[in-house]
């Protein structure tokens, strides 16, 4: 009987399965470093995209960060113009305004010059048919802003044409009659009265917001 060592055989089997299976498990490993690799090539290139993203966010903030002081800058230097052209402005009326307020005053006291004065005048609900020689002023007085005027009239109803004009006027507000004083006489055989006027003075000229009608808050009184 022939007998064959089949010992050879499987030990040539085993080394050669080995062999395999080492081949296997290396390629195994070379795929894993491949993907690995290609993994962080690109997570390395998106890292670097993100960088050079938050590199131009930080100068386009860095950017607006110039641009808005920039823009406060302009703004300050506004408000600083603005400031400086509000003192002019008021310096300018407080040296013409006294001015304006007296040639108004003497408008009021004057009668029509032409048929354009007249129509005007009616517009403010005057009486163009009053004679401003009849009222005088004796003293105009300005403080802060406010007015007192004294003067004389032949009656009342001179006083009352006055003071409509007053009420109607650009440079005065808030006008108040404060007291009419009969003079020279008793009732009708009295020459003259008296009269005060207060209220405040708008150099600007520009229309105020409409006040209750002028109030006469002194009363007619009878002096010996």
Do not use: C, H, W
């Given at each position: 009987m022939i007998r064959v060592n089949l010992l050879p055989i499987k030990q040539q089997r085993r080394r050669d399965s080995a062999k395999k299976t080492l081949f296997v498990f290396l390629a195994l490993i070379g795929l894993e470093?491949?993907?690995?690799?290609?993994?962080?090539?690109?997570?390395?290139?998106?890292?670097?995209?993100?960088?050079?993203?938050?590199?131009?966010?930080?100068?386009?903030?860095?950017?607006a960060k110039e641009e808005v002081k920039d823009a406060e800058q302009l703004q300050?230097?506004?408000?600083?113009?603005?400031?400086?052209?509000?003192?002019?402005?008021?310096?300018?009326?407080?040296?013409?305004?006294?001015?304006?307020?007296?040639?108004?005053?003497?408008?009021?006291?004057?009668?029509?010059?032409?048929?354009?004065?007249?129509?005007?005048?009616?517009?403010?609900?005057w009486n163009v048919e009053w004679d401003p020689r009849r009222l005088w002023l004796d003293t105009v007085e300005e403080t802060n802003s406010k007015f007192k005027l004294k003067g004389?009239?032949?009656?009342?109803?001179?006083?009352?044409?006055?003071?409509?004009?007053?009420?109607?006027?650009?440079?005065f507000?808030?006008?108040?009659?404060?007291?009419?004083?009969a003079k020279g006489g008793q009732g009708n055989t009295a020459k003259y009265v008296d009269f005060e006027f207060t209220g405040e003075l708008n150099y600007t000229g520009q229309p105020q917001a409409p006040?209750?009608?002028?109030?006469?808050?002194g009363k007619k009184g009878r002096k010996k």
């Open positions: 470093l491949l993907v690995f690799s290609a993994v962080y090539a690109m997570q390395s290139s998106d890292l670097a995209s993100l960088k050079e993203k938050v590199a131009i966010g930080q100068r386009e903030v860095a950017a300050k230097e506004r408000d600083q113009l603005t400031q400086q052209l509000k003192v002019l402005d008021d310096l300018e009326r407080q040296r013409s305004g006294p001015v304006r307020m007296m040639d108004e005053l003497q408008a009021m006291l004057s009668p029509p010059r032409n048929e354009e004065d007249r129509f005007a005048q009616l517009q403010k609900n004389g009239a032949a009656n009342p109803d001179d006083v009352a044409e006055f003071l409509q004009r007053l009420s109607t006027g650009k440079f507000n808030n006008v108040e009659l404060n007291v009419v004083t006040a209750a009608a002028p109030a006469a808050k």
